[in-house]
């Protein structure tokens, strides 16, 4: 099975930027969506931006504007450019995968942290 790891998490300050990389130990052109969630202390797991294998995207509300997903499956990767970071931003990031035309199974990372302090 094909394993997800995130890299690029950080602390950071207000309005700062940080760009995450998933790398994949395998093909991605597969997995129909490649995400990126975000969990909170105390909240749960939430999408923030997704890449599909057609070519599009689509991202949050509380994001949208801010952040850019971008996918490369020539070399295995989603990247999650974050602008304008704000306080409410601070989270563990998970890489997501998912794939399956009748059912629905998903990969996930082992997270990688970000903080925004102000």
């Known amino acids: 099975q094909v394993q997800l790891v995130e890299s690029g998490g950080s602390s950071v300050e207000v309005g700062g930027s940080l760009k995450l990389t998933c790398t994949a130990s395998?093909?991605?052109?597969?997995?129909?969506?490649m995400s990126w969630y975000r969990q909170a202390p105390g909240k749960t797991r939430d999408l923030v931006a997704t890449?599909?294998?057609?070519?599009?995207?689509h991202y949050v509300r509380a994001v949208k504007g801010r952040f850019t997903i971008s996918r490369d499956n020539l070399n295995r990767v989603i990247h999650l450019q974050m602008n304008n970071l704000k306080p409410e931003d601070t989270a563990v990031y998970y890489c997501?995968?998912?794939?399956?035309?009748?059912?629905?199974?998903?990969?996930w990372g082992q997270g990688t942290q970000v903080t925004v302090s102000s």
């Open positions: 395998g093909s991605i052109s597969g997995f129909t969506g």
């Open positions: 890449a599909f294998s057609s070519g599009s995207t």
């Open positions: 997501n995968a998912d794939y399956g035309a009748f059912e629905r199974f998903e990969i």
